[in-house]
């Protein structure tokens, strides 16, 4: 059950005895921009380096293993219009050790941690390196840097073509001013979901919720969630690089959104198109003409909009982007098999049955369902899954326009 705690502040506490850990996810949610997805970037790797109290990074090491080895760790993410970021923290169930009070002395790091950082500019340019070293991974990764570029093409003046992680421009020009009021902002501004999952007392949880971490009441009013919408027509970008394989991302905006009736059908025709192995994207472009290794498609959610990628040779582009659209072509007419349509909608179920077992996305869930206002449950999604037609995934298919190819090639 989803708590207030104060105005912009919520707790959520996941029962369950299906692990021996017990996870906790913080996140803070604010409108995504690009520089402070960038600067927020830097601030989440800065919270978890080090803490007033825990100075450097051996006594930060040393209590994490007092701690019988928990883990910390961060990330940002982008979800639609919003910005998160999420500090988490893992570790065994007391009663599975002999420190009845350890639930407590997790909480009490975790206020060290968000309430009195070291927010200096050792800690700082030490981060901003690690920022710096991350873009620059993603930028030198092929695969994700054509995915991120077609993203900035195609939803350019919209959320979807930022990064949550940041730019590396940006990155390089941030200053530990913009990171103190980054951290200000993050801490009175945010809206904060706190999401505690395993074989917890929930009093006990509000508990030490309450006298840990006490954030203050906060004004929210956040878009997430949309339909990403532009006056690009199907653009086609060419990019050269010292590559070893040609990479294709091709975006369509759904005109969907998330919560809307045609979402469920969306997301059956995404994967009869490209999520699994016998999708027609797979089948067609991989196993009967040998163009690829891999190739999938995959809804970007929360900004209404689809994408598939694939790595190819050269000489096979031009062939291959035409039977990606022959494929989606095919979606829009109908022409896929009842035993496909059902097979796909089974695959779906069975991935989301997989999913009651991780505790990574039951907290995904629960997140999800506090963006959305809602309270379903796996079982009700499999139930709507389920209930999808045939005609309703070529409706939810025939609204979507292609709105950018692009190809990055070997020089």
Same mark, same amino acid.
């Given at each position: 059950?989803?708590?207030?705690?104060?105005? !912009?502040? !919520? *707790?959520?506490?996941?029962?369950?005895?299906?692990?021996?850990?017990?996870?906790?996810?913080?996140? #803070?949610?604010?409108?995504? %921009?690009?520089?402070?997805?960038?600067?927020?970037? @830097?601030?989440? &790797?800065?919270?978890?380096?080090?803490? &007033?109290?825990?100075?450097?990074?051996?006594?930060?090491? =040393?209590?994490?293993?007092?701690?019988?080895?928990?883990? /910390?760790?961060?990330?940002?993410?982008?979800?639609?219009?919003?910005?998160? $970021?999420?500090?988490?923290?893992?570790?065994?169930?007391?009663?599975?050790?002999?420190?009845?009070? *350890?639930?407590?002395?997790?909480?009490?790091? /975790?206020?060290?941690? &968000?309430?009195?950082?070291?927010?200096?500019?050792?800690? #700082?340019?030490?981060?901003?390196?690690?920022?710096?070293?991350?873009?620059?991974?993603?930028?030198?990764?092929?695969?994700?840097?054509?995915?991120?570029?077609? /993203?900035?093409?195609?939803?350019?003046?919209?959320?979807?073509?930022?990064?949550?992680?940041?730019?590396?421009?940006?990155?390089?020009?941030?200053?530990?001013?913009?990171?103190?009021?980054?951290?200000?902002? @993050?801490?009175?501004?945010?809206?904060?979901?706190?999401?505690?999952?395993?074989?917890?007392?929930?009093?006990?949880?509000?508990?030490?919720?309450?006298?840990?971490? %006490?954030?203050?009441?906060?004004?929210?009013? *956040?878009?997430?969630?949309?339909?990403?919408?532009?006056?690009?027509?199907?653009?086609?970008?060419?990019?050269?690089?010292?590559?070893?394989?040609?990479?294709?991302?091709?975006?369509?905006?759904?005109?969907?959104?998330?919560?809307?009736?045609?979402?469920?059908?969306?997301?059956?025709?995404?994967?009869? +198109?490209?999520?699994?192995?016998?999708? /027609? @994207?797979?089948?067609?472009?991989?196993?009967?003409?040998?163009?690829?290794?891999?190739?999938?498609?995959?809804?970007?959610?929360?900004?209404?909009? +689809?994408?598939?990628?694939?790595?190819?040779?050269?000489?096979?582009?031009?062939?291959?982007?035409? +039977?990606?659209?022959?494929?989606?072509?095919?979606?829009?007419? !109908?022409?896929?098999?009842?035993? &496909?349509?059902?097979?796909?909608?089974? =695959?779906? $179920?069975?991935? *989301?049955?997989?999913?009651?077992?991780?505790?990574?996305?039951?907290?995904?869930?629960?997140?999800?369902?506090?963006? +959305?206002?809602?309270?379903?449950?796996?079982?009700?999604?499999?139930?709507?899954?389920?209930?999808?037609?045939?005609?309703?995934?070529?409706?939810?298919?025939?609204?979507?326009?292609?709105?950018?190819?692009? @190809?990055?090639?070997?020089?």
């Amino acid at each position: 059950m989803v708590m207030l705690l104060k105005q !912009g502040v !919520g *707790l959520e506490v996941l029962q369950t005895k299906k692990f021996k850990d017990i996870g906790i996810s913080i996140r #803070f949610r604010s409108p995504l %921009d690009e520089k402070s997805a960038c600067v927020r970037s @830097l601030l989440a &790797l800065m919270l978890c380096d080090r803490s &007033l109290r825990y100075d450097t990074k051996q006594k930060m090491s =040393m209590h994490l293993d007092a701690l019988y080895g928990a883990s /910390l760790n961060a990330q940002t993410m982008g979800y639609g219009a919003s910005h998160v $970021v999420d500090i988490r923290m893992k570790v065994i169930n007391p009663k599975y050790c002999d420190n009845v009070n *350890l639930n407590e002395e997790i909480f009490a790091f /975790l206020k060290e941690i &968000l309430f009195f950082p070291a927010i200096r500019e050792d800690v #700082f340019i030490e981060a901003k390196k690690m920022l710096e070293a991350k873009i620059k991974r993603n930028i030198d990764d092929p695969a994700q840097y054509s995915i991120s570029k077609a /993203l900035k093409l195609a939803g350019e003046g919209t959320p979807l073509a930022i990064s949550s992680l940041g730019e590396s421009e940006i990155c390089q020009s941030i200053t530990l001013q913009d990171v103190e009021r980054a951290y200000y902002s @993050l801490i009175h501004e945010d809206a904060v979901d706190i999401l505690i999952c395993g074989d917890v007392e929930e009093q006990k949880v509000l508990d030490y919720v309450k006298k840990y971490l %006490d954030f203050a009441a906060r004004e929210i009013n *956040l878009l997430t969630y949309y339909a990403v919408k532009s006056d690009v027509k199907n653009r086609f970008v060419e990019e050269n690089r010292n590559i070893s394989q040609t990479n294709i991302t091709m975006i369509w905006f759904s005109d969907t959104r998330i919560v809307d009736d045609d979402y469920y059908p969306l997301r059956v025709g995404n994967a009869i +198109l490209g999520q699994y192995a016998t999708s /027609l @994207l797979f089948q067609e472009v991989r196993e009967k003409n040998s163009l690829c290794y891999s190739i999938f498609s995959n809804l970007i959610s929360y900004d209404g909009a +689809l994408g598939v990628t694939t790595g190819i040779d050269k000489q096979h582009s031009e062939k291959t982007i035409a +039977l990606i659209k022959e494929q989606f072509e095919r979606m829009v007419n !109908g022409d896929f098999s009842d035993e &496909l349509f059902t097979v796909s909608k089974q =695959m779906i $179920v069975n991935s *989301l049955r997989a999913s009651n077992d991780n505790m990574a996305s039951l907290i995904a869930l629960a997140y999800q369902n506090i963006l +959305l206002s809602r309270r379903d449950t796996t079982q009700d999604i499999i139930t709507k899954i389920n209930e999808v037609t045939k005609q309703q995934v070529v409706d939810a298919m025939a609204k979507c326009r292609l709105k950018m190819t692009f @190809l990055l090639t070997k020089r």
